[in-house]
């Protein structure tokens, strides 16, 4: 019997897992499955370009995995049993029980509205297509002069703000950040990010905690109202509910806990990568809920699972960061060089240079995604109870 490897969420760290696991272990040995609610891959890094008008390229999962030896399901997991090894998923033909011999866990985040009242309610938010196709509806209907609050100074705000303010010149767009203007910047960085962000005529609330999200206005710490025809929520991304719900052991935000091979410490059957995994990375720190950093953990968990099935030296990559590379619209970018551990150094790259280099990074990535088994050397190996079978008929013959 094949050993039977389930990977689910095909975003940017499931398919790339899924696509290196066809590519280290033969057919004959594994049966690869890669289970998806959506038909198609999202590209998550761009949807704030979604929701300011821009189109994305489809990129149906069908044709990706065509003759990898994957098999695709796209249905929804809706649960995991990690003590009985199986999956629960539905789909338009009903509710099914996947069993798996390996798991790995890639289901990803979404928008964390961090119980900030009215935000549920009021906000919009660009972790997700749907949610993104809805805050591009909103935008296009609003009259000149209107204002537009993204709430959150982190990489995701910065990227919003400035796609928004850069697309709907028209627009008042201002940003609420907790601390002060990419504060985690090199003064270099924190310069430029000032300087583009008055370019653009994007209104700056530093040190503004939102407290409360209206229709109309959001409120700060302090008591003041901003108001705001659209809020756009960008306060980070909270994991998916259902690792929560198992036994696997996980933070209290829901991140499973993993060791440096990206193996569940509570369940050695289940791997999990991306932002769903709490990996601690360079520094003893969790690695950030990122693309940076979650493409190498499915490498990792996609080596690990390859050489334990085989018998074979398990990998030991160290995962490090290079560079936070921050769009700042279309025209403008900023590369922030970083240390391992994700601290700003003096250099950074600007300009019209940094958008074009950031561009070439997401093409890369969703390259990367779009081509799962091109460009990978072939490693395969039997497995181990494959080759322990070739003995056994080899020493009775
Ligand atoms: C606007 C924006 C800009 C960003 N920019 C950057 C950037 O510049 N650089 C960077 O490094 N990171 C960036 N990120 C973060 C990055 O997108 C995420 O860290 C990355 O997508 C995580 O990859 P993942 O594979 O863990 O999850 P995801 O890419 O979210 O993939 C999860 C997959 O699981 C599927 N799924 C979810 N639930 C279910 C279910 N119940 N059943 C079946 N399938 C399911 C989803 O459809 C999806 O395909 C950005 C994020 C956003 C929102």
Redesign the pocket.
Known sequence: MRHRIIV?????????AAGRLAKRLRREDVAITL????PD????????QL?TGQDLKARPFSKMFAGTGVELRL????FVDVDRKTVA?TDANGAEELAYDTLVY??????NTQHVPGTAEHAD?????PG?LRLRERLARLDARQTVVVVGGG??GL??ATEIAEARPDLDVALAARSGLGDWLSPKGRAHLRKVFGTLGITVYEHAAVTSVEADRVTTADGKAIPAAVTVW?TG?AV?P?AKKTALEVTGTGQIVVDGTMRSVSHPDVYA?????MVIGPGDKPL????????P??WQAADAIAARVTGTKLPNAPIRYFN????LGRKEGLIQYVTADDRAVPAVLTGRLAAVY?EL??KG?AWGVANPTLGLPTRRRATRDRAAAGSAVKAQA
């Open positions: 689910l969420g095909a975003g940017y760290t499931g398919a790339v289970v998806n609610a959506e891959f999202v590209e998550r890094v761009r949807l704030h929701a249905a929804k997991v809706t998923v890639a289901l990803g985040s979404g928008w938010e660009i972790a997700s297509r993104a990489l995701t990227e919003a960008t991304f998916h259902i990568i991306g932002d769903a995994a950030r809920m990122s693309c940076a950093s979650g493409t953990t499915a936070q590379c921050i769009s950031k990074v997401c990535a």
